[in-house]
């Protein structure tokens, strides 16, 4: 980073100037080096401040759980606050997320995922609220790797159950047009193809704005508190914080700042809790197609149920 470079608000949440760094540049000053930066040997990759936060809510999250199935692994109900805490979390995400949105086989087939992929992001969120350390959600890159994991689940667990071809087959949609009908169908089935990368994308643009924009609207709120604390003589006297307009504006920057605090812990669950569900529904949609074209052929056929594991409810 050259000397005199001021970051911008982007640069500052995504912990990039060029080239990755950890907690640098804080109140203006360089305060920490990279902890591993092998540019040196040619090699692109700094050790972030991002990637210990991960790495810390990753641990959070595996040691947690693992404690919990420990408590419960003999039938026992689980005991104290904490597991109680884990276990109604984990009630919650299973029987308002994943099973109303992919039923109830194919729900808890991919329960583990879903699982995994709201805690992760829920702590990630909530390490992101303390001072100097930042959500790695907040990171562009962190979140599309994160949509890139469920895009591949997006694909693979639907070829896995119910086949390649019958795959495909849920994103062909018969027009019954005379000698233009194949070609619309044609065209329809590459848009839905082309839909797919596009849901993937949007799962890791919208968690990425939605964290970003709330910490930029967080850091500039407080910012005025800052401002008027070193704003002792011209050009801004008046904003000083020995004066009255400088202590109400000082003042209301701190309350605000609290009260934004608040706001985004919420956004933290909200946010988690949105990325599991859009996860579950993309990866759902497919068995729900397929499951309704079977259902849809057996009563063309003067056929019963045929007990597969049909879907609950449609997706808007």
Request: proline share 6%; net charge negative; charged share 10%.
């Amino acid at each position: 980073m050259s000397a005199g470079h001021t970051p911008t608000p982007m640069e500052e949440a995504q912990d990039y100037y060029k080239s990755w760094h950890f907690f640098t540049n804080i109140f203006g000053t360089e305060i920490d080096p990279p902890l591993l930066n092998l540019r040196e040997w040619g090699i692109p990759f700094t050790l972030t401040r991002f990637m210990i936060v991960e790495l810390v809510a990753a641990i959070i999250v595996a040691l947690s759980f693992i404690w919990l199935a420990k408590q419960i692994k003999g039938g026992e109900p689980a005991r104290g606050k904490r597991a109680n805490l884990l276990e109604s979390l984990l009630m919650f995400v299973r029987d308002d997320i994943v099973r109303p949105v992919m039923g109830g086989k194919s729900g808890d087939y991919l329960l583990p995922y879903i699982w995994t992929v709201f805690f992760f992001v829920l702590t990630c969120n909530i390490l992101g609220m303390l001072p100097l350390i930042g959500s790695p959600m907040a990171s562009l890159y962190i979140t599309m790797s994160l949509a890139l994991c469920s895009l591949v689940m997006m694909f693979a667990v639907p070829i896995q159950k119910i086949g390649f071809l019958n795959y495909l087959k849920t994103m062909w949609i018969q027009v019954d047009i005379p000698v233009l009908g194949i070609l619309v169908s044609l065209l329809l089935f590459v848009i839905e193809f082309l839909g797919q990368f596009i849901k993937g994308a949007v799962l890791g643009l919208r968690l990425f704005a939605n964290i970003f924009v709330g910490h930029v609207v967080l850091a500039t709120v407080i910012a005025f508190a800052g401002a008027v604390s070193f704003a002792t003589g011209p050009p801004a006297p008046l904003l000083s914080f020995y004066t009255p307009v400088g202590f109400l504006v000082a003042v209301a920057s701190v309350l605000g700042g609290v009260c934004l605090s608040l706001l985004e812990l919420l956004v933290a669950f909200l946010q988690a809790y949105v990325f599991a569900l859009l996860t579950a529904l993309f990866i759902g949609l497919p068995l729900q197609h397929h499951a309704d074209h079977e259902a849809a052929h057996a009563k063309e056929h003067g056929h019963g149920h045929d007990g597969h594991d049909h879907h609950p409810a449609h997706a808007h």
